[in-house]
């Protein structure tokens, strides 16, 4: 089989995969149906990781407590705390990358924080306590997602999921909504393991039409506040040089500065592949 016959054969695949993950999207969207109650399996000791490595015991320790979040063990499953835990120790890495970034965006009287394919938002405690902690201002969060109405094996939604996450959090708010329709500015906008190649975004059930990575790049850029964040964590190699492509092919629109931040820690959740950070800021000045 030529080069050719193997591209065609691939474009007629995603081609029907598209269709079919069309069809199934519509469906979720139109069958609302969900259980009345979503139970999160609440464990009542610490996770195994925590249990069998004093290293890593101390250091979700020294992070529960520096972001108090010490009551987060007791109304959480074990993946939603490593998870958080997790998403913590990212963050740190973001703040350490540029610490004076972050300290200028506390001049502002509300910081808007703005997280994009926020899934279930299992993670949604870790963004509140980062902006508790580092941002003494008002401050509002917001997570959109583009596909709310997925399932679990319980029949439960991300939605649902997400709902019962963010109780408690009076400044978080899920928004069930395409990232492009979105016209809120925001200071910080992060994006934890954006779709930027189409089989992954195939493979999670989306139609490809969906699939616009250097379009949402570009919609993002023009949301960021002058001196605002865009952060960015990518899974594998190959997502991470498929965002530096997509880097490229914005620094000619943008007055942006992009650092690499490399591997990011893993402490607490063994990855198949590695995770990528990136740190982009919008330069001061008047808006574009």
Known sequence: MSIQDNQDSSGYRRALRSKLNG???????????QPPVFQEALIAEQPQI?????????????????YDLTRLPAKSSESRQLENLTYLEWLDAFLQSRPQAFEQLSAFSCLNWLDVGAK???????????IRTHFDTAYRLDGLEL????????LTTR?????NYTRGLANAQYHEVNAMDWRRKAHIISQFMPFVSPDPHLAWGLPLEYFQPLELLNHLLGLL????????????????????????QVRGEWPITVVPLGVLPASFMAYRYPRYGWLCQKAEGPEQ
Do not use: C, I, M
């Open 50 to 66: 925590l249990q069998s490595d004093p290293a890593v015991a101390l250091k979700a320790h020294q992070l529960l407590q520096h």
């Open 159 to 163: 939605a649902q999921a997400a709902e």
């Open 120 to 130: 279930n938002w299992a993670y949604v405690d870790a963004l509140d306590a980062f």
């Open 225 to 248: 506040q002058p001196g605002g964040l865009l952060l960015v964590v990518n899974q594998g190699t190959w997502e991470a040089e498929a965002q530096e492509r997509l880097w490229q």
């Open 23 to 33: 069809l199934a999207f519509a469906l979720r969207n139109f069958w609302r149906w």
């Open 147 to 154: 596909d709310p109405h997925r399932r679990y094996a319980n």
